[in-house]
């Protein structure tokens, strides 16, 4: 079975990069006792020539070297563009903790949108002048909440990046506000497309997962039925449900898995090909749609009982036993800080300006009837972090649905992705470079990744569809630059 | 002799308008322990009506009822656009205050562009929605610093702001950075050449004032010299000239009188009629064209001695004593904290991000040497305000010369204004509406001011040339929204 680039017996990539550190303002907006941290990026430059262009990853909320390990797509383009690439890292993740992980959920007000991009813009400006060459033209890439963050980088510093990749930066009509008719049960229903035969699953799957949370409410409410749980999906000892709200702790724990394996940011999603991403190149990788391979557990029409809760129980362990190491389930086991903090970081920048909205109803999905409720999720964040979101300033600050006044932007969307919902899917302006490509068979962001021989041909497509958008923002970068330095000198030359 | 608008007799402006205030974060960026303060604006709606758009005045460094007053263009053109008048006053200045007068100093951190574009951009929002339109179109109005914040605002909020009338946002090109070749002297050429011929002064003028500096520093270093500086300037008692730091401090004070005249911000300017823009109101306004006159008492060629003091000194009674009221000159009084606080925060401003450069050199101006030391100034902010600014923020934040990706920006400048000199003098680019207009008799904003009889024609033509595009931009900001709402529809119909 064909392996993604990182696997192929090279130099692994990390080694072919520098990794430096920089000091960065910890406030970019105030000018009052400045502090500063050090924010990490890696530099890899052996395709770099002098008059190539600069590739940057605008990191999101994971250790950077996750999309240095996967973004394909910049390791394949750099050659021919004679490109350095830069993965930055995103304030607060991976190693670029502003503050020592003893008191850092202390210092939680600069974990902010605009603050990574004034890190990035600084950034830019330093490689420009170390480069030599203030015109040469950057590109930007993202995924996910990288995407968005490119796309707003795109906007609100268009004079440093020249155009952005923003590949599955779907999530970025899911804010409230005057969005367009966004559907905030999408998510969920494209999860259960994807288990269902339309995404090439067994066709009882979603039937018999929505039977499943029933039974689990059911048997939740007695000590006989809480024994067969636990005795059906494999729970370990200190996990053992105990009461009601074990159970539903267990629904919660067994449905996220479905919505990982569909395709949660940062976890390897339901890509066409197995793949390490999850686990930032750990082995074995995932197995090739894993959420038809969950649904192979469930594939049996009308299942019940404890055959029921057993294949729900295998299928959770498609994404929570992907090595086949564990014994048993521990849903009951908190998150390690250690390895979870970057997760749990996101849930602060939800709380604050990242309040997305979701919701799902057990109709048009295959889990159960949670609508959205913006009090109970405002009074988590108060609960969880002390914080209050602003539910509207994503709208406010980045504009929404009212993106046409900026320019040469790529948004991919895969439609297996369960955060396509939310996604730029058509153009919004084909004179600005505003420009929509959609991967019918794509999980999310599997247009950023290497190419691999069982890609469906539409990623192939969508990859020269970008690459087409590259090769034309840095020829226009070059030109534009020409002509508004002629422009400027010509103004010198008028106010004489 | 003809009277601006608001003195032609009909009910005051301000009483045309509602004083508003509104409750806006003072750190738009930041979610820990917010805080709020009031905001004030006026909104003016006797020419609304629904269907109609949104002028906004984009305050800048000074109470906003001076340029309700002032602001004729938007007065004038409201009726035709159906247009709502808002003035929106800048944090800080004016009456919006955020802390009390007491402590204000002590709080200086959130004085910034960034913050106030966050005022701003919740203000849009908020109006667009209390008169049930989302989609009004609306157009920005800014002169100087308020067009400065303009071009600023409509390239970070495009979806608030359709367009924007930038007159004289000249300073745009003034900072570090990689602006173009911009002249740091250009600003005391420009005044030179407005007490010159070209400018329609006397040509004994320069030279004298230059002899004068010579002079102010020879007699400064003897008594006797000092005593005939006293009695030929008419200065008061208390502002004995006593020293050579003495004679320096009044070189500036009378120097700093012929920048005001020739039109430093929200000073009067070298208007082409008596005006009354710079004391907001209160008569008697100056006279037209106030460096002319000012130049009538350096007329004589070759003036020395005491006539030449003499006739600095009434050269600079045109601007400090234009009611004609000071029986001397006090030039050591420092400022008065209850109406010069504006002013002085502008100082604390230009030691953050708007780190302006300047110089002089005697020469190529009626001035001094005076060459701009970085150093100098920052050390300067350092005692002054316990800030450091950062030289190329200005630049990394708002794009500097590489403008070209924003759009819809009307950039006005006047070639009498000192200011021009680091404007955008020539289109950026025609495509995208990013368009220089040049009035060579025009002062600073004067664009923006009430029509006057005396008006030059170029200044006429650039309020049609600035009407068209605001006509252009109300009509787009409507049928734009049209589309990408269809846009918006089509995706939602896409991802079912």
């Known amino acids: 079975m064909a392996l993604s680039r990182q696997g192929v017996g090279e130099k692994p990539l990390i080694e072919r990069c520098k990794e430096r550190w920089r000091e960065t303002r910890l406030d970019h907006f105030t000018w009052v006792n400045p502090t500063y941290f ?25 250790d950077v070297t996750l999309y240095l390990n996967n973004t394909g797509l910049m390791w394949e383009l750099a050659p021919k563009y004679d490109a350095m690439l830069v993965f930055a890292e995103h304030r607060y ?44 033209p950057v590109i930007g890439f993202g995924g996910s909440y990288g995407g968005m963050l490119g796309t707003w980088f795109r906007m609100k510093y268009p004079h440093l990046v020249d155009g952005v990749i923003a590949g599955s930066a779907a999530p970025i009509w899911t804010y409230k506000g005057e969005n367009p008719p966004y559907d905030p049960g999408s998510f969920a229903k494209i999860v259960t497309q994807d288990a269902s035969p339309e995404g090439g699953s067994a066709e009882a799957c979603a039937d018999n997962v929505r ?40 629904c919660d724990w067994a449905s996220s898995a479905w919505d990982y394996l569909a395709s949660a940011a940062r976890a390897m999603g339901n890509y066409p090909y197995p793949s390490v991403y999850i686990v930032n190149g750990a082995q074995p990788p995932l197995p090739a749609f894993p959420v038809r391979v969950a649904c192979g557990h469930l594939a049996e029409p009308g299942l019940d009982g404890e055959a029921l809760l057993e294949g729900l129980a295998r299928a959770a362990g498609v994404f929570y036993n992907h090595t086949g190491d564990l014994p048993c389930f521990s849903f009951k086991q908190g ?78 969307n895969g439609l297996l992705d369960p955060w396509s919902g939310g996604g730029v899917l058509a153009n919004i302006s084909q004179a600005n470079d505003l420009v929509a490509v959609v991967i019918p068979e794509g999980a999310h962001h599997l247009d950023l990744m290497f190419s691999h021989p069982l890609d469906p041909p539409s990623v192939t497509a969508a990859r020269a569809f970008e690459e087409h958008y590259i090769a034309k923002w840095i020829a226009q970068a070059r030109s534009q630059q020409r002509s508004s330095l002629a422009m400027a000198q010509h103004a010198a030359v008028a106010q004489q």
């Open 93 to 136: 993740y991976g190693q670029s903790k502003p503050f020592p992980a003893s008191v850092l959920r202390k210092h939680m007000a600069w974990l902010t949108s605009e603050q990574a991009m004034g890190d990035y813009a600084t950034l830019l400006w330093e490689l420009k002048r170390e480069l030599g060459d203030p015109d040469v």
């Open 335 to 412: 998150p390690n800080p250690e390895t979870d903090e970057d997760a749990d970081f996101w849930g602060y920048q939800y709380c604050t300006e990242q309040f997305q909205v979701f919701s799902k109803d057990g109709v048009h999905d295959m889990f159960w009837e949670e609508p959205f409720s913006t009090k109970a999720a405002i009074q988590d964040c108060k609960d969880g972090w002390g914080v209050e979101p602003r539910p509207l300033w994503a709208t406010i600050e980045w504009g929404g649905k009212r993106l046409g006044a900026a320019s040469n932007i790529v948004f991919s």
């Open 211 to 250: 039977a499943a949370w029933k039974l689990l409410d059911r048997w939740g409410s007695s000590e006989e039925g809480r024994q067969s749980i636990s005795a059906a999906m494999r729970l370990c000892p200190e996990s053992a449900v105990e009461s009601g709200e074990d159970a539903t702790a267990l």
């Open 38 to 62: 050090k924010q990490r990026f890696f530099v890899c430059d052996e395709y770099w020539r002098p008059g190539g262009s600069v590739f940057l990853y605008i990191g999101n909320e994971a």
